[in-house]
């Protein structure tokens, strides 16, 4: 397991320091980031967590997935690697 997480069911109004205090009682945090959505600039309800050793992720992964915040239960585990993609083209191809 690495050291960084994948946080998914964000309520749309939790703010990366609501993350970065949970997270904080699991281990030391080391980056908290976000994603938003490039047109409104919302939140798309996941964000990644990079804790600062593999025990401390660990320990969040157990105390953190299943927890409630905002209302909603987090999903908390091991971030894939992210996949390299092919620009296909768009529009009109043959089905």
């Not at 109004?13 to 047109?39: C, H, P």
């Not at 939140?43 to 593999?54: I, N, P, Y």
């Not at 969040?60 to 585990?77: P, Q, Y």
Request: charged fraction near 30%; glycine fraction near 12%.
């Amino acid at each position: 397991m690495g050291n960084r997480l994948y946080v998914g069911n964000l309520n749309y109004d939790t703010m990366e320091q609501d993350i970065q205090e949970l997270f904080s009682q699991a281990g030391s945090v080391k980056d908290v980031y976000l994603v938003l959505d490039k047109t409104t600039g919302r939140s798309r309800g996941f964000a990644f967590v990079e804790m600062a050793t593999q025990a401390d992720a660990e320990n969040a992964v157990r105390k953190l997935h299943g927890h409630e915040l905002d209302g909603r239960t987090l999903t908390v585990n091991e971030a894939r690697p992210r996949e390299e993609r092919s620009f296909q083209g768009g529009g009109r191809g043959r089905w």
